[in-house]
């Protein structure tokens, strides 16, 4: 285990349980105590092993005598070795095709009843310690001693035979071993030591004390409390031991769970019936049994609760029966002593029925009980039921009560640290790196007091987290950042509805920017904020939980109560206050935190789910892309977006980490390339993600368009830029790099780039670049059946209709993108694809937006009304009702039905 009495203790596990006994040690691989723990070895010594062995003796017996019993046809066995040698030496003398066909039979049959797969199933589960083999190997190596007999000198014989014993013995008891030492470890957060080598030292002292008072006193109740979580089960298990290594004769275990009978009313059956049980294990008392259930039954009759049950026995017969059931345990030589465990989760009514019997119980001779229980609350019930104001009533149903140790806080960070630091190594998440293994270590140490200790008040709440723990960083080792996924794994065992919360405002929580698609951008995101706030503070945990839920947030999610600390959206401390914090949502991309778009679904999934790109991918992609030139660049990252052109989720969370990391992986000429690259892919308008591609591809181009500039290579940058625009496949991300490139960025990356003295672009610059890569897509020399309206951007075409009015030498027509509307609308259909593609946008977004935005940019009202008339878009409903919003109700009349489903206007 860990360390164990406090922090300061630097004791190894061997200093505090050393083995006591000089006996000779089987030494087998198994895992240790603690699951979390590395693989150890682990002390079986030589008594031990064979009491093992003596535990199995029962179908050790039944396989000899199962041998016995088949040897004993001798005659049959000696006839069948002679036939068999006949058949080898003479072949002659022996009907061969009758032999063939005799001994495919008999493997028909032996296939039949045996097969090899269940060869195969018995060896594996005898090698696991599943069946250990205690009546088949003992049965097989005496039929087979017996047949060596017939062919071997008797001291050779002997010799065989010896050997043969000791091979199978040691085969069985190998097994055995196999299954108390190498089977999986349990993963329940609830469960309790077993061993007293386990035990921290005052722990195993008071359960010595406890077995020597018991022994010693022989009181008959005896009390052993503490806080829920404490280790209680854990300590009777302890003290069974402790009782089992008494210098004189060790007592009869009866162990006794009060959270097991099925109602209060055979609680006392139950409860008789296992002393009875285990009494017979250990000598034959006759009649005990009989007398012990009539005695069940019959002191119910002085129960209230079970009133009725008991009317038939007379009352003298109950004082009759009692005292023959003490006759009975009094000629029992051993103590007898009832451990019993959960009455602190029992019913109350359960509970004062047990009392009960256990105070009426107090009179048998060498019967004792010890009781496990949370005192604070069984003695709340024991007040509220006699009206008793102090511990008097306690006194009189316990005569004797021990409490268990408190665990100091260092003892519980020590403990909640060693098993967190044990999950993650054992599962390979330091592997690779040792500064992060060092560097969790700490961070675990620094957030204990203030953010883990809240939820990990005693040793059960450890375990449930280090459980809660485990079962997630198994599935995404490295994905993500292991101090975060532990306080999500904390939130998710301690306060599942915050993390729930968190799940719905996670566009608020890991924002990098205002929401886009709004009139105020600012006054939103400033609501969305608050909206999250008043949800957690409506959050039904309580209000210590919820203080300690505030506390988690304020880790995972820093600045954001700042946020609302400032004045109004749009103040210059609410605008510091924000920037700061998309600034730090940015960077969580660069160590994978929880606050970062790009990782923050990896923490809600039990396993790396087919929508997140993984880490070690994302790595492989760098390393490659680093011993790149230009052309292996272009390959490497087409080979890698073709593979996952079928998955639009997992594309976007590639680009999002891709674009977050780039710069600081890779050097400047590199990234310049794969950003070059990455404008290329974007799908168009029908893809699922096709905003948010677009919006990272852009970051990207525009992050390394900003470090080439800051670092004097301003043509560079300028190059760079141009490019992207004039390669970019969907014109949404054309438009992006220009708008960004003039200045025109989305808060806070405006303000960001304002304070590093990021240099604006010249509109000349990027302007001609558009306006060539519309020129080129929408042209007089481009036929109109090879356009595809499903890579426009109704903003770009905007935008390009107003730098085709100014006044520029690069500008060739100011007509070009009339004459290209002209030309594509020419028929019904490409009238329903312009309604759908442009007039749908202009309608829905233009009355939000800023700017000089205006579908007259593209082509006069007129113009369009022509073409309507002309080329009626009756195929598409909805086309139809764009238009007639743009336009007005009586752009496109009422279509008149006539012939065989025909229309006309």
Same mark, same amino acid.
């Given at each position: ?25 089987? +030494? ?87 097969? !090899? ?11 696991? !310690? ?42 069985? !008891? =190998? ?61 009777? *298990?302890? +003290? ?108 109350? *009514? ?112 450890? *375990? ?119 600034? $730090? ?61 079928? *998955? ?25 390339? $794969? ?74 990356? $405006? ?18 670049a558009f306006a060539k890569r519309m020129e080129v897509k929408y042209g007089p020399g481009v036929a109109v059946g090879q356009v595809d309206l499903n ?36 028929? $019904? ?25 205006? +579908? ?14 002309? =080329? ?34």
């Amino acid at each position: 285990m860990a360390s164990i009495e406090n922090a300061k203790s630097s004791q190894t596990f061997e200093e505090h349980c050393p083995y006591s006994g000089a006996s000779p040690r089987l +030494i087998l691989k198994a895992k240790t105590p603690d699951p979390d723990s590395q693989e150890a070895r682990v002390s079986i010594t030589g008594r031990q092993f064979f009491r093992l062995l003596w535990g199995e003796r029962t179908p050790i017996l039944g396989g000899l005598a199962l041998a016995a019993v088949l040897c004993s046809f001798s005659p049959q066995v000696w006839r069948a070795r002679v036939l068999a040698f006949r058949w080898i030496s003479e072949p002659s003398h022996v009907n061969f095709g009758a032999s063939v066909a005799f001994l495919a039979v008999i493997l028909a049959v032996a296939t039949l009843v045996w097969p !090899g797969p269940g060869i195969a199933r018995w060896t594996k589960s005898w090698f696991r !310690g599943v069946s250990p083999g205690s009546f088949a190997l003992p049965a097989v190596g005496a039929i087979l001693v017996f047949a060596l007999g017939f062919l071997l000198p008797f001291w050779i014989w002997l010799a065989v035979a010896i050997l043969t014993g000791l091979m199978v013995l040691v085969a069985i !008891g =190998f097994s055995i071993c196999r299954s108390s030492s190498d089977g999986p470890t349990s993963d329940a957060a609830d469960e309790p030591m077993r061993h007293l080598a386990e035990a921290w030292p005052q722990r195993r002292e008071l359960a010595r004390r406890i077995a020597d008072c018991v022994m010693e006193d022989g009181k008959p109740t005896y009390a052993v409390y503490g806080e829920f979580g404490s280790g209680k089960s854990s300590m009777l *298990n302890f +003290i069974e031991e402790s009782l089992k290594q008494s210098p004189g004769t060790a007592p009869i275990i009866v162990r006794f769970n009060g959270w097991l009978p099925g109602s209060q009313e055979n609680l006392a059956e139950q409860l008789l019936g296992d002393i009875a049980a285990e009494c017979r294990k250990k000598y034959f008392v006759p009649q005990l049994s009989r007398i012990s259930s009539k005695v069940a039954k019959a002191v119910t009759k002085g129960i209230p609760h079970l009133d009725g049950i008991g009317d038939w026995f007379p009352k003298e017969t109950q004082r009759d029966l009692i005292e023959g059931l003490r006759k009975m345990l009094d000629r029992v030589p051993l103590r007898v002593v009832v451990l019993v465990d959960e009455i602190d989760r029992m019913r109350k *009514n359960e509970l004062f029925v047990l009392l009960k019997l256990i105070r009426g119980f107090a009179s048998l001779p060498h019967l004792s009980f010890i009781c496990a229980l949370e005192r604070h609350h069984v003695e709340g019930l024991i007040r509220e039921e006699f009206g008793a104001a102090d511990h008097t009533f306690f006194h009189k149903f316990f005569a004797e009560s021990f409490q268990l140790p408190r665990l100091f806080d260092s003892f519980l960070e020590s403990e909640a640290h060693d098993r967190l630091v044990a999950v993650f190594d054992r599962h390979g998440w330091f592997v690779s790196d040792s500064a992060v293994k060092t560097t969790f270590s700490d961070s675990i140490r620094q957030l204990w007091g203030a953010i883990l200790s809240p939820f990990c008040s005693n040793v059960r709440l450890v *375990n449930r987290l280090v459980s809660a723990v485990r079962a997630e960083a198994g599935a995404i080792i490295g994905e993500v950042d292991p101090i975060d996924l532990t306080l999500v794994a904390a939130l998710r065992c301690f306060a599942p509805a915050a993390l729930d919360l968190c799940w719905r405002f996670r566009d608020t929580l890991c924002a990098q920017d205002s929401p886009s698609g709004v009139s105020e951008p600012n006054d939103t995101y400033a609501l969305n904020v608050a909206s999250y706030l008043s949800a957690e503070a409506q959050l039904d945990t309580g209000e210590p939980m919820l203080a300690h839920v505030r506390t988690v947030r304020k880790f995972l999610f820093s600045g954001l109560d700042k946020i609302t600390d400032s004045q109004e959206p749009d103040s210059k401390a609410w605008i510091n206050a924000v920037l700061r914090y998309f600034e $730090a949502n940015k960077q969580g991309t660069q160590t994978r935190r929880l606050r970062s778009a790009a990782y923050f679904a990896a923490y809600f999934q039990s396993a790396l789910p087919i929508a997140i790109y993984s880490e070690r991918n994302l790595t492989r992609i760098f390393d490659e892309l680093g011993r790149s030139d230009d052309s292996q660049i272009d390959l490497t990252l087409r080979r890698e977006l073709e593979t996952l052109e079928l *998955n639009d989720e997992r594309r976007l969370n590639f680009l999002e980490k891709f674009s977050g990391r780039a710069a600081q992986a890779l050097d400047p000429g590199r990234c310049a390339q $794969a950003a070059r690259a990455l404008v290329a892919f974007p799908g168009g308008l029908d893809a699922q993600f096709h905003e948010k591609e677009c919006e990272c591809v852009a970051r990207l181009v525009l992050n390394i368009s900003d470090e080439l500039a800051l670092s004097g290579r301003v043509e560079e940058s300028h190059r760079l830029l141009q490019t992207c625009i004039e390669n970019a496949v969907p014109d949404e991300l054309a438009h992006r790099i220009l708008t960004s490139a003039r200045g025109k960025r989305p808060f806070p990356d $405006a303000v960001i780039a304002m304070q590093r003295g990021v240099p604006i672009t010249p509109d000349e610059v990027i302007e001609r670049a558009f306006a060539k890569r519309m020129e080129v897509k929408y042209g007089p020399g481009v036929a109109v059946g090879q356009v595809d309206l499903n890579l426009s951007y109704w903003l770009a075409f905007n935008d390009w209709g107003i730098m085709l009015k100014k006044d520029v030498l690069w500008n060739t027509s100011r007509d070009l993108q009339h004459e290209f509307w002209k030309r594509y609308i020419s028929s $019904a259909e490409r009238m329903a694809d312009f309604a759908r593609f442009v007039v749908a946008q202009f309608t829905l977004n233009a009355m939000r937006m800023t700017g000089p935005i205006s +579908i007259e940019n593209l082509l006069k009202k007129e113009e369009i009304l022509e073409l309507a008339r002309r =080329f009626p878009p009756y195929v598409d409903e909805v086309a139809v009702a764009y238009i007639r919003e743009l336009l007005g109700g009586d752009a496109i009349p009422e279509p008149v039905g006539f012939g065989a489903g025909k229309w006309t206007s």
